[in-house]
């Protein structure tokens, strides 16, 4: 049984490495055979196949746990206005921004606030509110945040807001803009009216 079994996986390697053989046939068509079927047919070598061993993956180190941020004594904190989803129609540029949060500001510990629009710092305030200046009109994420004097931060939920601008193209169908005409211009002639 043994020997049978070396046999047969003996022959399974010999096939892998059998030899190749290339004819054209009377009507011109290329063949390949592991057999030379035709008195014509001559044995091709066929480069062993392209094999790639990948780089060994580093080990993986297991994620050390986060640790909780301190809420530094704070029992909430958010902000409550703007509103979440807030439209903002003609602002000028100015969008105020006050937060809840209590107890009141801890300021003599060294607490400050500090206000960011898109991920970007923009200010700090000692007070419970803070006028964002030349805020263009678009879509912004507003965020506030508790620093202590040892640069601890305790977050708010970010808001977003939707600064937007009257244009001329919001103006009513009905009204038609008047065309200013120089002094002393001649004026169109008008249609009769029936």
């Keep these: 049984?043994?020997?049978?079994?070396?046999?047969?996986?003996?022959?399974?390697?010999?096939?892998?490495?059998?030899a190749v053989y290339k004819w054209v046939d009377e009507d011109g068509n290329v063949h390949f055979s592991d057999e030379p079927k035709h008195?014509?047919?001559?044995?091709?070598?066929?480069?062993?196949?392209?094999?790639?061993?990948?780089?060994?993956?580093?080990?993986?180190?297991?994620?050390?746990?986060?640790?909780?941020?301190?809420?530094?004594?704070y029992n909430s904190f958010g902000i409550g206005s703007p509103a979440n989803d807030a439209v903002l129609w003609d602002t000028g540029g100015e969008v105020m921004v006050s937060v809840n949060l209590d107890p009141a500001l801890k300021t003599e510990l060294g607490h400050r606030l500090e206000f960011s629009v898109d991920g970007r710092k923009i200010g700090n305030s000692d007070s419970s509110s803070y006028l964002?200046?030349?805020i263009e009109r678009g879509t912004h994420q507003i965020t506030a945040r508790v620093v202590n004097i040892n640069g601890a931060a305790l977050d708010s939920d970010s808001v977003t807001v939707h600064v937007r601008q009257r244009s001329l193209l919001d103006a009513p169908a009905s009204s038609t803009p008047k065309v200013p005409t120089a002094p002393g211009a001649p004026r169109a002639p008008q249609a009769p009216r029936l």
């Design 1 to 18: 049984m043994k020997k049978m079994l070396l046999t047969m996986l003996l022959g399974c390697a010999l096939n892998a490495q059998a």
């Design 39 to 73: 008195p014509n047919a001559e044995k091709i070598h066929v480069p062993p196949p392209s094999t790639y061993t990948p780089a060994p993956l580093p080990k993986l180190q297991p994620k050390p746990p986060e640790t909780p941020v301190p809420n530094q004594g």
């Design 132 to 134: 964002i200046t030349n």
